[in-house]
Structures are given as C-alpha cells and as structure tokens.
C-alpha cells in the first residue's frame, strides 16, 4: 500500500539538531516530487525544502537556508531532513508530501497528492 510516515520530532534546545525521516512505503522516489512542509499554529502550511523530480534539483526557504539540509534514498524508499542550528520559530508539525513534477520553487501544498501525518517540532528552553 502506499504510506508516508514521518518520525524523528521532539523537543529541542535552541542551537540544537534534529533530523526527521519519512518512509515512502510502495512509492519509487525517483518517479516522485518530494517536499517537506511546515505549519504553525495560526500560520499558514508552507514549504520549507524539496527535491525535483526532474532532475533532482534541490530547494530551500529562504528561513531556513544553511541550517537545513534535505536528502533521499530511494532505495531505502525514505526521505531525511536533518535541520541544524535550531531556533523557536522552527517550532511546527512537518509534514511529508509526495505528487506531480513542479519548478523554480517549491510547491504549494493544494498541488501535492501524497501527505504523511505530520511530526511535531518543537524548539525552546
């Protein structure tokens, strides 16, 4: 069957690391666009990182540049995205979300086909 599960959320100190993972049952990743989102509360879900499914062309949030890194092995059917140099406005659920091929940035959520239940994320002291 065709799952995506998120796991690997907690609490974190600020300056911390965590590194979130989601396993892709049944899906091949290579024939897939994969983004991870973000939702706070009272804010609306955005992208923070995906990778194309062109051509494997990565991208980030601009808040999150430098700091977060994602990654696939398709193989293994399952996407990371560790996140470093954690800060308080890191704090949401992260979502998974697999669907059609997309370009120059990535995609609003409305267009993705596939989500995962979401990992919570929280920063503080």
């Known amino acids: 069957q065709l799952q995506l599960v998120e796991s690997g959320g907690g609490t974190v100190q600020p300056g911390g690391s965590l590194r979130l993972s989601c396993a892709a049952s049944g899906f091949n990743l290579d024939y897939y666009h994969i983004t991870w989102y973000r939702q706070a509360p009272g804010k609306e879900r955005g992208g923070v990182s995906c990778?194309?499914?062109?051509?494997?062309?990565?991208y980030y949030a601009d808040s999150v540049k430098g700091r977060f890194t994602i990654s696939k092995n398709s193989a293994k059917k399952m996407v990371y995205l560790q996140m470093n140099n954690l800060k308080p406005e890191d704090t949401a659920v992260y979502y998974c979300?697999?669907?059609?091929?997309?370009?120059?940035?990535?995609?609003?959520?409305?267009?993705?086909?596939?989500w995962g239940q979401g990992a919570q994320v929280t920063v503080s002291s």
């Open positions: 990778i194309s499914s062109s051509d494997g062309s990565t």
């Open positions: 979300a697999l669907g059609g091929p997309y370009s120059g940035t990535c995609p609003p959520p409305e267009t993705r086909d596939y």
